[in-house]
Nanobody, 121 residues
Framework: QVQLVESGGGLVQPGGSLRISCAAS????????VGWVRQPPGKGLEWVSD????????YYADSLKGRFTISRDNAKNTLYLQMGSLKPGDTALYYC??????????????WGQGTQVTVSS
């Protein structure tokens, strides 16, 4: 089956760091544009970051630039999001997504189940 499976979420103290992962299967990951979207408790979806197929082009939400880093390992069919200087406002369910038209297009056609990240003392 074609799927994305997130992992690595958990409880982190404010100011801490965490790396979450997304394992892809059932399609040619190395040709795909992928990214991250999150949903804070009681709020709507928020775009986080995108990356092109080769990993050389990245995009970030303005509020996250300098704190979050997106990367990928095509040999392992895996997408990563390194999160630093975490704030309580970063608490959310983080989804791995695939884009149809290219990095930054945000026309998602595939979603993972999400991994929960909670930032609290």
């Amino acid at each position: 089956q074609v799927q994305l499976v997130e992992s690595g979420g958990g409880l982190v103290q404010p100011g801490g760091s965490l790396r979450i992962s997304c394992a892809a299967s059932g399609f040619t990951f190395s040709s795909a544009y992928v990214g991250w979207v999150r949903q804070p408790p009681g709020k709507g979806l928020e775009w986080v970051s995108d990356i092109n197929n080769g990993g050389g082009t990245t995009y970030y939400a303005d509020s996250l630039k300098g704190r979050f880093t997106i990367s990928r390992d095509n040999a392992k069919n895996t997408l990563y999001l390194q999160m630093g200087s975490l704030k309580p406002g970063d608490t959310a369910l983080y989804y791995c997504v695939r884009e149809m038209s290219g990095a930054g297009a945000r026309d998602y056609d595939l979603w993972g189940q999400g991994t929960q990240v909670t930032v609290s003392s």
